[in-house]
């Protein structure tokens, strides 16, 4: 079974108690830091806050060179930039007595960590309004976070659910039904298809072997991975491309001074086939087979459908290619023929439950953990309509 089929060590109902506490403190300290907006209003607080930021970078640049024995001219220019902040602000804004009084401050010939330590004291209200911005957004992102931990329990919850339900599914299926009525068809195709396409791989050239690997890109049941762009070109402008895969395998293992006897450019096929050994040797039929436990019977449907197509490209070119395609409408049919999805519950509950699964099912652990999670489900989604994104 897959990771989440087996024992959860949260409780869904305890993990959603948590989350769902977050959200409510979120929310209220989002309003509490509305409120203190609100209580000076937004406009307000912008100005005083720009201003604070204007005066707070002029110390950073210049209080270590205008205190004490400074230099005149930087001490000059810092004061002009004090007196300009000042006289610029409006004759109503607030804290505007803060900010004459800490323009007097600094308006003296001489600076000393003492007037910082006035100037910084006399700020105190101004960057208590200051904050009340920063806390609002913070908040907002403390409660966006809170949401967004909520919708991120919910997907892994449903993953949870439809993985317990299967663990039902299969628990309840009939160990005894005899799946060899599907399992012989498909190992039948499985083995043909496996056969036919490492002589196709054998006796196609390079070239056209990437080429039909290449095409299957339009059929996403069959999951070939692509060609590496540089290989494909390789083999494509190359003469060395007409030679079997296997062959440029072989060659990829000769030296610079060897392959100079069989291949024109021997640094192109250094560079673009040596460095792809690994995806070259990966390259075998496990995309065209079906497999075991076999899918469900739409799944079977569309794949059988794509394989059809994929096998029929290079069934031709191999000998009893016929046969693989005979076989695989064997296994087309198994829907239409037998009680498949039966038989393939039968299947995976003998592949995929083992003793500690089936003493979960036994005992109700695994109904009581399904009916947790979809708790916790519905109060998490009911918490989400009741808390909406801002």
Same mark, same amino acid.
């Given at each position: 079974?897959?990771?989440?089929?087996?024992?959860?060590?949260?409780?869904? +109902?305890?993990?959603?108690?948590?989350?769902?506490?977050?959200?409510?403190?979120?929310?209220?300290?989002?309003?509490?830091?509305? %409120? +203190?907006?609100?209580?000076?209003?937004?406009?307000?607080?912008?100005?005083?806050?720009?201003?604070?930021?204007?005066?707070?970078?002029?110390?950073?640049?210049?209080?270590?060179?205008?205190?004490? %024995?400074?230099? /005149?001219?930087? /001490?000059?220019?810092?004061?002009?930039?004090?007196?300009?902040?000042?006289?610029?602000?409006?004759?109503?804004?607030?804290?505007?007595?803060?900010?004459?009084?800490?323009?007097?401050?600094?308006?003296?010939?001489?600076?000393?960590?003492?007037?910082?330590?006035?100037?910084?004291?006399?700020?105190?209200?101004? =960057?208590?309004?200051?904050?009340?911005?920063?806390?609002?957004?913070? $908040?907002?992102?403390?409660?966006?976070?809170?949401?967004?931990?909520?919708?991120?329990?919910?997907?892994?919850?449903?993953?949870?659910?439809?993985?317990?339900?299967?663990?039902?599914?299969?628990?309840?299926? %009939?160990?005894?039904?005899?799946?060899?009525?599907?399992?012989?068809?498909?190992?039948?195709?499985?083995? =043909?298809?496996?056969?036919?396409?490492?002589?196709?791989? @054998?006796?196609? @050239?390079?070239?056209?072997?990437?080429? /039909?690997?290449?095409?299957?890109?339009?059929?996403?049941?069959?999951?070939?991975?692509?060609?590496?762009?540089?290989?494909?070109?390789?083999?494509?402008?190359?003469?060395?491309?007409?030679?079997?895969?296997?062959?440029?395998?072989?060659?990829?293992?000769?030296?610079?001074?060897?392959?100079?006897?069989?291949? #024109?450019?021997?640094?192109?096929?250094?560079? #673009?086939?040596?460095?792809?050994?690994?995806?070259?040797?990966?390259?075998?039929?496990?995309?065209?087979?079906?497999?075991?436990?076999?899918?469900?019977?739409?799944?079977?449907?569309?794949?059988?459908?794509?394989?059809?197509?994929?096998?029929?490209? /290079?069934?031709?070119?191999?000998?009893?290619?016929?046969?693989?395609?005979? $076989?695989?409408?064997?296994?087309?049919?198994?829907?239409?023929?037998?009680?498949?999805? +039966?038989?393939?519950? @039968?299947?995976?509950?003998?592949?995929?439950?083992? $003793?500690?699964?089936?003493?979960?099912?036994?005992?109700?652990?695994?109904?009581?953990?399904?009916?947790?999670?979809?708790?916790?489900?519905? +109060?998490?989604? %009911?918490?989400?309509?009741?808390?909406?994104?801002?």
């Amino acid at each position: 079974m897959s990771d989440a089929a087996r024992p959860a060590t949260d409780d869904p +109902r305890a993990a959603a108690d948590t989350l769902l506490t977050e959200l409510s403190a979120a929310r209220e300290a989002l309003e509490r830091a509305r %409120d +203190r907006v609100d209580a000076v209003g937004e406009s307000e607080l912008r100005t005083v806050a720009d201003t604070y930021d204007d005066l707070t970078t002029l110390f950073d640049r210049y209080e270590e060179e205008v205190t004490g %024995d400074g230099d /005149f001219k930087t /001490f000059i220019e810092f004061q002009s930039g004090i007196a300009a902040i000042t006289e610029e602000l409006p004759e109503d804004v607030r804290h505007r007595d803060v900010f004459e009084r800490v323009d007097d401050l600094l308006q003296q010939r001489r600076l000393t960590e003492s007037d910082w330590e006035k100037v910084r004291s006399a700020l105190d209200p101004v =960057r208590d309004d200051a904050a009340r911005l920063d806390e609002r957004r913070e $908040a907002r992102q403390r409660y966006a976070d809170a949401r967004f931990a909520i919708e991120r329990r919910l997907d892994a919850l449903e993953d949870r659910i439809a993985d317990r339900e299967d663990l039902q599914r299969l628990g309840d299926a %009939d160990l005894d039904a005899p799946t060899e009525r599907l399992r012989d068809p498909i190992e039948t195709y499985d083995d =043909r298809v496996r056969e036919a396409f490492a002589e196709f791989r @054998s006796s196609a @050239s390079a070239r056209e072997l990437l080429e /039909f690997v290449a095409k299957t890109d339009s059929f996403p049941l069959v999951d070939f991975e692509s060609p590496p762009d540089d290989l494909r070109a390789y083999v494509e402008t190359h003469e060395a491309g007409e030679e079997p895969m296997g062959q440029l395998l072989e060659y990829a293992d000769y030296s610079k001074s060897k392959l100079d006897h069989y291949v #024109n450019d021997p640094d192109a096929l250094k560079r #673009n086939v040596s460095t792809r050994r690994t995806y070259l040797r990966r390259l075998d039929a496990e995309p065209l087979t079906v497999g075991w436990p076999p899918p469900a019977a739409e799944t079977l449907r569309y794949q059988i459908r794509e394989l059809t197509s994929v096998v029929a490209r /290079f069934a031709d070119h191999v000998e009893d290619g016929d046969e693989v395609l005979v $076989a695989l409408r064997r296994v087309r049919d198994l829907p239409r023929e037998t009680d498949y999805e +039966r038989l393939r519950d @039968s299947a995976q509950a003998r592949e995929q439950l083992g $003793a500690a699964e089936r003493d979960r099912l036994a005992s109700g652990e695994v109904a009581e953990e399904l009916a947790a999670c979809r708790d916790a489900v519905e +109060r998490l989604e %009911d918490a989400l309509e009741e808390y909406p994104p801002l």
